[in-house]
């Protein structure tokens, strides 16, 4: 793509972003739904492997109701998609009225160890906000997320998250860091469940490629896994999990069991929601190439 077209992308982009920065949080996820259903009509591609993950996952699901809960899959990060174009408007004090209350005592126990604490999350709910509660509560976070394939939609998503003070740390290009913040005692922010190919664990039930990335730095540095997620109760408003500290022996733990039970702390929290969790994502593509399903 070349640099005027990128340079194009990147303004019609900041002009939307302006436009959900002047509304309230519930005029803009009313705004980002309404993209989300156009969008379920239009995108095939999505649509349909949204539906296939979920009669996969969900084998007793009838297509008719696939189909619903893909739409309401749609819907739902069309509501976070326009709560975090207006990020920039939002304070630290809506973000923590926003949320119930939400108990950080197993963050505390991790983080006390002295050894960086790996907060484990996922495309769920609205991860954006979950880093910005942690931000607003006084806890530094770095979060590792993977790069836009397009050099303008990455641009713009890197001013709205450092516009509220969130360090992102591109995806493979960034242990050093991550190494050193652990040691200084920070939380690094991981979302693990795209699809790779580094191994093959459990998944609801099928085997799905899973990075290893957390487990092994789990297993390097003794950092604890503190898996939490931010779920969506209504307009504008949240409710935060925190799962206790996950700690394995280096000696007599493999990489792999560690990643089945990630994948089996986010899958509980999905069966709980469904709809929030990033169906359209082809999430089994590795396993069904490595001919697992």
Not at 3 to 32: H, P, W
Not at 66 to 90: C, K, N, Q, V
Not at 150 to 163: C, K, P, S, T, W
Not at 213 to 231: E, S
Request: charged share 25%.
């Amino acid at each position: 793509m070349s640099s005027l077209t990128n340079s194009l992308l990147s303004f019609g982009l900041r002009r939307i972003q302006k436009g959900f920065e002047r509304r309230d949080v519930v005029a803009a996820e009313k705004r980002g739904e309404k993209f989300a259903v156009l969008a379920f009509k239009l995108d095939r591609k999505h649509r349909e492997r949204a539906i296939s993950n979920l009669m996969l996952a969900y084998p007793d699901l009838t297509l008719e109701a696939a189909h619903s809960l893909a739409l309401e899959t749609f819907r739902h990060f069309g509501r976070i998609t326009g709560d975090f174009l207006r990020s920039p408007a939002r304070s630290d004090d809506e973000v923590l009225a926003s949320v119930e209350g939400a108990d950080l005592t197993p963050y505390k126990q991790a983080a006390s160890k002295g050894k960086g604490v790996l907060g484990i999350t996922g495309h769920m709910g609205n991860f954006e906000r979950l880093a910005h509660w942690y931000q607003a509560n006084g806890y530094d976070m770095k979060v590792v997320a993977r790069d836009a394939n397009d050099a303008g939609l990455q641009e713009q998503v890197a001013g709205i998250r450092g516009g509220r003070g969130m360090i992102v740390l591109s995806r493979g290009n960034s242990a050093r860091t991550i190494l050193q913040s652990l040691r200084e005692n920070g939380t690094i922010g991981l979302l693990p469940d795209q699809n790779t190919d580094e191994c093959f664990v459990p998944f609801f039930g099928k085997q799905c490629g899973t990075t290893l990335g957390p487990a092994v730095l789990h297993l390097r540095t003794g950092a604890p896994l503190v898996p939490g997620y931010c779920i969506r109760t209504g307009p504008g408003k949240y409710k935060i999990e925190i799962f206790e500290p996950m700690e394995y022996s280096r000696s007599t733990t493999e990489p792999e069991q560690i990643m089945a039970d990630l994948n089996a702390v986010l899958e509980s929290v999905i069966r709980k929601y469904p709809e929030q969790w990033l169906w359209l994502h082809d999430r089994w593509k590795s396993a069904r190439r490595a001919h697992l399903l």
